[in-house]
Protein backbone atom coordinates (compact mmCIF):
# COMPACT_ATOMS: atom_id res chain seq x y z
CA UNK A 1 0.00 0.00 0.00
CA UNK A 2 3.16 2.56 1.00
CA UNK A 3 4.64 1.44 -2.41
CA UNK A 4 1.44 2.38 -4.32
CA UNK A 5 0.86 5.99 -2.56
CA UNK A 6 4.39 6.53 -3.21
CA UNK A 7 4.12 5.75 -6.64
CA UNK A 8 0.88 8.39 -6.84
CA UNK A 9 2.96 10.71 -4.98
CA UNK A 10 5.76 10.64 -7.12
CA UNK A 11 3.45 11.03 -10.66
CA UNK A 12 1.42 13.82 -9.11
CA UNK A 13 4.74 15.60 -8.43
CA UNK A 14 5.95 14.74 -12.10
CA UNK A 15 3.24 15.75 -13.73
CA UNK A 16 3.45 19.50 -12.08
CA UNK A 17 7.12 19.96 -12.44
CA UNK A 18 6.46 18.76 -16.32
CA UNK A 19 2.86 20.73 -16.71
CA UNK A 20 4.24 22.51 -20.21
CA UNK A 21 5.39 19.26 -22.01
CA UNK A 22 2.06 18.06 -21.81
CA UNK A 23 4.20 14.32 -20.94
CA UNK A 24 1.11 11.46 -21.93
CA UNK A 25 -0.08 8.13 -19.87
CA UNK A 26 2.91 6.10 -21.20
CA UNK A 27 5.59 8.80 -20.16
CA UNK A 28 4.53 9.08 -16.86
CA UNK A 29 3.59 5.43 -16.09
CA UNK A 30 7.25 4.44 -17.53
CA UNK A 31 8.69 7.38 -14.66
CA UNK A 32 7.16 5.57 -11.98
CA UNK A 33 8.12 2.15 -12.73
CA UNK A 34 4.65 0.50 -13.93
CA UNK A 35 2.91 -0.31 -17.36
CA UNK A 36 0.70 2.53 -18.82
CA UNK A 37 -2.67 -0.27 -18.00
CA UNK A 38 -1.42 -0.57 -14.20
CA UNK A 39 -0.61 3.26 -13.61
CA UNK A 40 -3.83 3.49 -15.28
CA UNK A 41 -6.01 1.86 -12.48
CA UNK A 42 -3.52 3.12 -9.44
CA UNK A 43 -3.94 6.90 -10.47
CA UNK A 44 -8.25 6.79 -10.37
CA UNK A 45 -8.20 4.31 -7.27
CA UNK A 46 -6.22 7.10 -5.21
CA UNK A 47 -6.80 10.21 -7.21
CA UNK A 48 -10.25 9.51 -8.28
CA UNK A 49 -9.64 10.91 -12.02
CA UNK A 50 -7.57 9.45 -15.05
CA UNK A 51 -3.94 10.77 -15.14
CA UNK A 52 -5.33 13.12 -18.06
CA UNK A 53 -8.26 14.61 -16.38
CA UNK A 54 -5.65 15.18 -13.64
CA UNK A 55 -3.40 16.94 -16.11
CA UNK A 56 -5.92 19.06 -17.61
CA UNK A 57 -6.93 20.32 -14.24
CA UNK A 58 -3.45 21.52 -13.63
CA UNK A 59 -3.56 22.98 -16.80
CA UNK A 60 -6.56 25.43 -16.11
CA UNK A 61 -5.72 26.31 -12.79
CA UNK A 62 -2.59 27.25 -13.91
CA UNK A 63 -3.64 29.11 -16.59
CA UNK A 64 -6.78 30.65 -14.16
CA UNK A 65 -3.19 31.64 -12.47
CA UNK A 66 -1.98 33.70 -14.87
CA UNK A 67 -4.98 35.12 -15.72
CA UNK A 68 -5.56 36.82 -11.89
CA UNK A 69 -1.68 37.92 -11.87
CA UNK A 70 -2.27 39.86 -15.04
CA UNK A 71 -5.18 41.92 -14.47
CA UNK A 72 -3.40 44.85 -12.98
CA UNK A 73 -0.21 44.73 -15.19
CA UNK A 74 -3.22 45.22 -18.27
CA UNK A 75 -5.35 47.35 -16.59
CA UNK A 76 -2.04 49.62 -16.18
CA UNK A 77 -1.34 49.42 -20.18
CA UNK A 78 -4.99 49.81 -21.02
CA UNK A 79 -4.88 52.92 -19.09
CA UNK A 80 -2.20 53.86 -20.77
CA UNK A 81 -3.55 53.12 -24.24
CA UNK A 82 -1.78 49.76 -24.41
CA UNK A 83 1.58 51.27 -24.30
CA UNK A 84 3.17 50.16 -21.41
CA UNK A 85 4.52 48.07 -19.44
CA UNK A 86 5.17 45.61 -22.70
CA UNK A 87 9.10 43.64 -22.08
CA UNK A 88 9.47 41.92 -25.03
CA UNK A 89 7.38 42.51 -28.79
CA UNK A 90 6.77 46.02 -28.37
CA UNK A 91 10.48 46.95 -28.39
CA UNK A 92 11.77 45.05 -31.18
CA UNK A 93 8.36 44.08 -33.31
CA UNK A 94 6.65 46.76 -35.88
CA UNK A 95 3.76 46.46 -37.85
CA UNK A 96 3.46 47.53 -41.77
CA UNK A 97 0.09 47.03 -43.10
CA UNK A 98 -0.86 46.81 -46.40
CA UNK A 99 -2.04 49.64 -48.14
CA UNK A 100 -5.32 49.36 -49.55
CA UNK A 101 -3.87 48.76 -52.68
CA UNK A 102 -1.83 45.60 -51.97
CA UNK A 103 -4.24 44.42 -49.80
CA UNK A 104 -7.00 44.08 -52.36
CA UNK A 105 -3.99 42.55 -55.41
CA UNK A 106 -2.82 40.89 -52.58
CA UNK A 107 0.82 41.67 -52.81
CA UNK A 108 0.56 40.92 -56.71
CA UNK A 109 4.25 40.47 -57.88
CA UNK A 110 5.97 40.78 -55.10
CA UNK A 111 8.56 38.12 -54.05
CA UNK A 112 7.93 36.43 -50.64
CA UNK A 113 10.07 34.25 -49.56
CA UNK A 114 9.40 31.22 -47.38
CA UNK A 115 10.79 27.95 -45.65
CA UNK A 116 10.27 25.24 -43.29
CA UNK A 117 12.91 25.30 -40.49
CA UNK A 118 13.03 23.90 -36.74
CA UNK A 119 12.60 26.12 -33.62
CA UNK A 120 12.35 25.46 -29.85
CA UNK A 121 8.42 25.33 -30.20
CA UNK A 122 8.53 22.63 -33.21
CA UNK A 123 9.27 23.26 -36.73
CA UNK A 124 7.83 26.85 -38.62
CA UNK A 125 7.03 27.89 -41.75
CA UNK A 126 8.38 31.60 -41.76
CA UNK A 127 7.53 34.04 -45.20
CA UNK A 128 8.83 37.24 -45.94
CA UNK A 129 8.34 39.85 -48.31
CA UNK A 130 10.81 42.79 -49.11
CA UNK A 131 9.44 44.56 -45.86
CA UNK A 132 9.24 42.34 -43.34
CA UNK A 133 7.99 39.27 -42.25
CA UNK A 134 4.56 38.48 -43.24
CA UNK A 135 3.66 34.85 -42.38
CA UNK A 136 5.22 32.55 -39.00
CA UNK A 137 3.17 29.28 -38.68
CA UNK A 138 4.27 26.38 -35.51
CA UNK A 139 3.65 23.08 -37.74
CA UNK A 140 2.25 19.77 -36.56
CA UNK A 141 2.34 17.04 -39.19
CA UNK A 142 -1.51 17.11 -39.05
CA UNK A 143 -1.33 20.85 -39.94
CA UNK A 144 1.68 21.90 -42.09
CA UNK A 145 -0.24 20.72 -45.25
CA UNK A 146 -3.27 23.39 -44.12
CA UNK A 147 -0.64 26.32 -43.24
CA UNK A 148 0.86 25.68 -46.68
CA UNK A 149 -2.25 26.39 -48.13
CA UNK A 150 -3.05 29.18 -46.30
CA UNK A 151 -0.35 30.86 -47.15
CA UNK A 152 -0.68 30.10 -51.30
CA UNK A 153 -4.19 31.56 -50.38
CA UNK A 154 -3.24 34.73 -48.67
CA UNK A 155 -0.78 35.54 -51.60
CA UNK A 156 -2.25 33.93 -54.71
CA UNK A 157 -0.66 36.45 -56.51
CA UNK A 158 2.56 36.65 -55.27
CA UNK A 159 5.77 35.36 -56.44
CA UNK A 160 6.77 32.76 -54.13
CA UNK A 161 10.37 31.31 -53.45
CA UNK A 162 10.80 28.60 -51.21
CA UNK A 163 14.20 29.74 -49.39
CA UNK A 164 14.85 27.18 -46.42
CA UNK A 165 17.87 29.14 -45.30
CA UNK A 166 16.40 32.75 -44.96
CA UNK A 167 13.79 30.95 -42.93
CA UNK A 168 16.59 29.32 -40.32
CA UNK A 169 18.35 32.82 -40.21
CA UNK A 170 15.51 34.79 -39.01
CA UNK A 171 14.27 31.75 -36.80
CA UNK A 172 17.73 32.16 -35.41
CA UNK A 173 17.16 35.52 -34.95
CA UNK A 174 13.84 35.86 -33.49
CA UNK A 175 14.60 32.61 -30.89
CA UNK A 176 18.55 32.44 -30.44
CA UNK A 177 19.44 32.03 -26.66
CA UNK A 178 15.89 31.87 -25.88
CA UNK A 179 15.84 35.89 -26.50
CA UNK A 180 15.24 38.29 -29.79
CA UNK A 181 18.75 38.75 -30.82
CA UNK A 182 17.73 41.86 -33.37
CA UNK A 183 16.56 45.30 -32.29
CA UNK A 184 13.83 45.25 -34.65
CA UNK A 185 11.66 43.24 -36.73
CA UNK A 186 9.65 44.51 -39.31
CA UNK A 187 6.57 42.75 -39.82
CA UNK A 188 4.23 43.06 -43.30
CA UNK A 189 1.09 41.88 -42.61
CA UNK A 190 -2.12 41.81 -44.68
CA UNK A 191 -5.48 42.20 -43.15
CA UNK A 192 -8.64 44.72 -42.64
CA UNK A 193 -8.51 47.99 -40.52
CA UNK A 194 -9.86 46.07 -37.54
CA UNK A 195 -8.31 43.32 -37.69
CA UNK A 196 -4.33 45.34 -37.84
CA UNK A 197 -6.16 47.15 -35.02
CA UNK A 198 -6.17 44.28 -32.90
CA UNK A 199 -2.71 42.81 -33.67
CA UNK A 200 -1.19 46.38 -32.89
CA UNK A 201 -2.57 45.71 -29.09
CA UNK A 202 -1.51 42.11 -28.65
CA UNK A 203 2.07 43.42 -29.22
CA UNK A 204 1.14 45.67 -26.02
CA UNK A 205 0.30 42.79 -23.60
CA UNK A 206 3.32 42.27 -21.59
CA UNK A 207 5.72 38.89 -21.80
CA UNK A 208 5.04 36.98 -19.24
CA UNK A 209 1.24 38.15 -18.73
CA UNK A 210 -2.19 36.88 -20.31
CA UNK A 211 -5.10 38.49 -21.09
CA UNK A 212 -8.84 37.27 -22.22
CA UNK A 213 -11.17 37.60 -25.57
CA UNK A 214 -12.81 40.44 -23.48
CA UNK A 215 -10.20 41.93 -21.19
CA UNK A 216 -8.90 42.98 -24.79
CA UNK A 217 -11.79 44.11 -26.20
CA UNK A 218 -12.73 46.61 -23.39
CA UNK A 219 -9.17 47.95 -23.66
CA UNK A 220 -10.06 48.65 -27.15
CA UNK A 221 -12.45 50.49 -26.42
CA UNK A 222 -15.18 47.91 -27.74
CA UNK A 223 -16.31 46.07 -24.27
CA UNK A 224 -19.15 43.87 -26.70
CA UNK A 225 -17.28 43.45 -29.34
CA UNK A 226 -15.16 39.86 -27.79
CA UNK A 227 -16.37 37.87 -30.08
CA UNK A 228 -15.07 39.95 -33.31
CA UNK A 229 -11.39 40.30 -31.44
CA UNK A 230 -11.43 36.73 -31.00
CA UNK A 231 -11.94 35.94 -34.87
CA UNK A 232 -9.26 38.84 -35.95
CA UNK A 233 -6.65 36.96 -33.15
CA UNK A 234 -7.72 34.00 -35.08
CA UNK A 235 -6.93 35.47 -38.36
CA UNK A 236 -3.16 36.84 -37.38
CA UNK A 237 -0.72 35.13 -39.85
CA UNK A 238 2.00 35.98 -37.49
CA UNK A 239 1.82 33.98 -34.26
CA UNK A 240 4.83 34.80 -31.42
CA UNK A 241 5.89 37.90 -32.76
CA UNK A 242 2.20 39.04 -32.87
CA UNK A 243 1.52 37.22 -29.46
CA UNK A 244 -1.73 35.85 -29.91
CA UNK A 245 -0.73 33.33 -27.88
CA UNK A 246 -1.13 35.41 -24.61
CA UNK A 247 -5.03 35.54 -24.83
CA UNK A 248 -6.72 32.96 -23.04
CA UNK A 249 -10.47 31.92 -21.93
CA UNK A 250 -11.29 33.56 -18.46
CA UNK A 251 -12.68 30.04 -17.73
CA UNK A 252 -9.09 29.17 -16.84
CA UNK A 253 -9.23 27.13 -20.68
CA UNK A 254 -6.00 27.66 -23.60
CA UNK A 255 -8.19 28.38 -26.09
CA UNK A 256 -7.26 27.77 -29.77
CA UNK A 257 -3.76 28.00 -31.78
CA UNK A 258 -2.97 26.89 -35.21
CA UNK A 259 0.33 25.21 -33.75
CA UNK A 260 -1.71 23.35 -30.97
CA UNK A 261 -2.82 23.73 -27.30
CA UNK A 262 0.22 22.30 -26.43
CA UNK A 263 2.35 24.50 -28.63
CA UNK A 264 0.59 27.08 -26.81
CA UNK A 265 1.05 26.03 -23.40
CA UNK A 266 4.96 25.56 -24.19
CA UNK A 267 5.20 29.03 -24.88
CA UNK A 268 3.38 30.21 -22.06
CA UNK A 269 5.13 28.33 -19.77
CA UNK A 270 8.64 29.72 -20.80
CA UNK A 271 7.78 33.21 -20.83
CA UNK A 272 6.09 33.23 -17.77
CA UNK A 273 9.44 31.89 -16.73
CA UNK A 274 11.73 34.51 -18.54
CA UNK A 275 9.39 37.38 -17.97
CA UNK A 276 7.03 35.97 -15.14
CA UNK A 277 6.39 38.43 -12.74
CA UNK A 278 5.40 37.57 -8.66
CA UNK A 279 2.79 39.43 -7.81
CA UNK A 280 -1.24 38.80 -6.60
CA UNK A 281 -3.65 40.08 -8.51
CA UNK A 282 -7.86 39.86 -7.96
CA UNK A 283 -9.37 36.91 -9.67
CA UNK A 284 -11.88 37.61 -12.76
CA UNK A 285 -15.18 35.44 -13.44
CA UNK A 286 -16.73 36.15 -16.58
CA UNK A 287 -16.47 34.65 -19.63
CA UNK A 288 -15.25 35.24 -22.95
CA UNK A 289 -14.94 33.94 -26.64
CA UNK A 290 -12.57 31.58 -27.77
CA UNK A 291 -10.69 31.95 -30.65
CA UNK A 292 -7.74 29.73 -32.91
CA UNK A 293 -4.79 32.19 -33.31
Known amino acids: ?28 ARHVGLSPYHFQRLFRRWVGISPKRY ?57 VRYGITAGPFGQMLIAQTPRGVC ?54 VRGTNFQVRVWHALLKIPAGTVTSYRQLAEGLGMPRAARPVANAIAANPVNFLIPC ?33 DMERPGVAEEAAEGES
Open 1 to 28: MNDDYERVERAIRYLQRRLGDQPGLEQV
Open 55 to 111: LAFLTVNHAKHLLKESNSVLDTAYALGLTAPSRLHEQFVSIDAATPGEFKNQWEGVE
Open 135 to 188: MLSFLTSATKDREMARLRQIYARAVLVEDDTLAAETAAAIFGAGRPQQPKFHLA
Open 245 to 277: HRVLRLDGAIGGFRGGTQCKQEILEWESSVFGQ
